[in-house]
């Protein structure tokens, strides 16, 4: 869509048939983000919005915020690599508050700060709707792990959740085993290469003796080797463990 974003986005504002739409590295001009606002506000057919690598500055996060506010379609938002400073995940955050649609969205390698990561929370702890979320690759230290684990303690929708490549260390697996004696609800979460060491792991894999929804947890790449207690616990029950 590099050649003409803006003519083929007014197209797409009549289409009454597409059901995915991909932005991928594309730069768009505020222009063009107004009037892909007023093709998420009126399109009633696009499922899946993907917005990888393409740079969101903050009055182009705002118009799309608002646009997301009141979409009730889009289930699948794609904004990986996608340059989001703290001032439009604000907006973001605002937006996915108040979506009651997308159910799947990809926050990955945008470099997430800690200030970032409190919005998130906020939306975590009120959107209803969400089932995947992927916060991979955003350098995320413990502090930042634990905000999120800790809107998890009250989130009931969310199903999957991809923590890889953060650091998430001891401080935050720590937040991550009190997490998953709370939620009944997660079954997938993946947490490959945060630097975890032996007690890291020790208590995510104790918190399994009380979570029974997980079904499905990534640990490679981090520091510490399986016990042979808790492999013989995993092994008694429907569970994947990739190590």
Same mark, same amino acid.
């Given at each position: ?22 932005? *991928? ?15 998420? *506000?009126?399109?009633?057919?696009? =499922?899946?919005?993907?917005?990888? =690598? ?5 009055? %182009?996060?705002?118009?799309? %915020? ?19 400073? =703290? ?112 007690? %890291? ?19 490679? %790449? ?22």
């Amino acid at each position: 869509m590099q050649n003409n974003p803006l003519r083929i986005l007014k197209a797409l504002k009549r289409n009454r048939t597409i059901s995915r739409l991909s932005l *991928k590295s594309t730069i768009l001009e505020i222009e063009s983000f107004k009037m892909l606002a007023e093709v998420i *506000k009126s399109n009633k057919t696009i =499922k899946k919005l993907r917005m990888k =690598k393409c740079p969101i500055q903050e009055e %182009g996060t705002r118009v799309l %915020g608002e646009a997301i506010k009141i979409n009730n379609t889009i289930e699948l938002l794609d904004l990986e690599e996608s340059c989001i400073g =703290k001032e439009d995940m604000a907006i973001l955050a605002e937006a996915l508050m108040a979506n009651r649609a997308i159910t799947e969205l990809s926050l990955s390698r945008n470099e997430i700060s800690h200030a970032v990561v409190e919005y998130i929370s906020g939306a975590l702890r009120t959107n209803n709707q969400l089932v995947k979320l992927d916060l991979s690759n955003n350098y995320l230290n413990e502090e930042a792990i634990v905000y999120i684990c800790e809107a998890l303690k009250t989130n009931k929708k969310l199903r999957e959740l991809n923590l890889s490549s953060n650091k998430a260390d001891k401080t935050g697996a720590k937040a991550v085993a009190e997490m998953l004696a709370a939620n009944d609800t997660l079954a997938v979460l993946n947490l490959e290469s945060n630097g975890i060491r032996r007690e %890291g792991i020790d208590f995510i894999l104790e918190a399994l003796k009380v979570n029974k929804a997980l079904v499905m947890l990534d640990l490679r %790449g981090n520091f510490a080797k399986l016990r042979e207690t808790h492999a013989s616990h995993l092994a008694t029950r429907n569970f994947v463990l990739k190590y």
